[in-house]
């Protein structure tokens, strides 16, 4: 199971879901770390604003990510 989790809220599901599974779990961590400012969604201008708004901002290696996936993972949180 894959999951990425800024500030908890779905590492915590994840967690649950890995207990009643039995899953494996992999943290997908960003490249460059989000602060407390870039996580403001309620600033239009934040940094998660602005990829949520382009997807073409984000860094991150999707590609990659749904690679893992596909090789037998079975959920994308
Ligand atoms: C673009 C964007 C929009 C969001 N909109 C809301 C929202 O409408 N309501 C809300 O409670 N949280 C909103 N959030 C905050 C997070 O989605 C929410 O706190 C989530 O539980 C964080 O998960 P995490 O702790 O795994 O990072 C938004 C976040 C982003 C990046």
Redesign the pocket.
């Known amino acids: 199971m894959v999951y990425y989790?800024?500030?908890?809220?779905?590492?915590e599901v994840a967690n649950y879901i890995a207990d009643a599974t039995g899953g494996d779990l992999f943290e997908v961590e960003p490249a460059e770390p989000y602060t407390d400012d870039d996580l403001n969604?309620t600033d239009d201008n934040s940094r998660?604003?602005r990829e949520?708004a382009d997807e073409s901002l984000i860094e991150e290696k999707y590609d990659e990510i749904y690679e893992i996936c596909e090789k037998g993972s079975k959920l994308l949180l």
């Open positions: 989790s800024a500030t908890g809220n779905t590492e969604w998660v604003s949520y």
